[in-house]
């Protein structure tokens, strides 16, 4: 972190605030807590290096996370079949609907992500995934809809 343009203080607020959800989002669109890392220290990394230029720290760091969850989700398929993915909790009921959320196309995952665990508007999700709002309702209602088809 070498910006000189940065103030160190209001980084590491803004780094102590906003880590721990950043990481949850990244994880929950990743399904992996080293690339939830790794995305998290990707996002902070850019966000330094334009940090004067930033007016909502917060909300730049969650579209750099969920830029970097979906360029990662890109890269896998291009690189074939994943190894099975860590439960995420011990309780089976939760780690049948975090199976069943994993296997949502990326950008419906994002959506679903970004509505129930980050409690977002359709209008916020649209703007912060830069799509249109018609397509975020559409990516909503299709998951949903393959949710219900498959969980008990």
């Known amino acids: 972190m070498g910006d000189l343009n940065a103030e160190p203080r209001e980084v590491e607020q803004v780094y102590r605030d906003e880590r721990a959800a950043l990481l949850r989002l990244a994880f929950l669109l990743s399904g992996s807590r080293p690339a939830a890392e790794d995305i998290v ?9 334009r940090w004067a230029t930033i007016d909502n720290p917060g909300a730049y760091l969650r579209r750099v996370v969920v830029n970097q969850a979906q360029d ?6 291009r690189l074939g079949p994943q190894p099975v993915v860590e439960p995420v909790t011990h309780q089976p ?25 980050e409690d977002l508007s359709l209008t916020e999700i ?19 809809e393959r949710l219900r088809r498959t969980l008990p």
């Open 72 to 77: 990662g989700h890109r890269r896998r398929y």
């Open 41 to 49: 220290q990707t996002a902070f990394a850019s966000a330094q290096a």
């Open 126 to 144: 649209a703007r912060l995934l830069d799509r249109p709002a018609s397509t975020v309702r559409s990516d909503l209602r299709r998951a949903l």
């Open 93 to 117: 009921e939760l780690d049948e609907t975090w199976a069943e959320l994993r296997r949502l196309p990326p950008s419906q995952r994002a959506v679903v992500v970004l509505r129930f665990y």
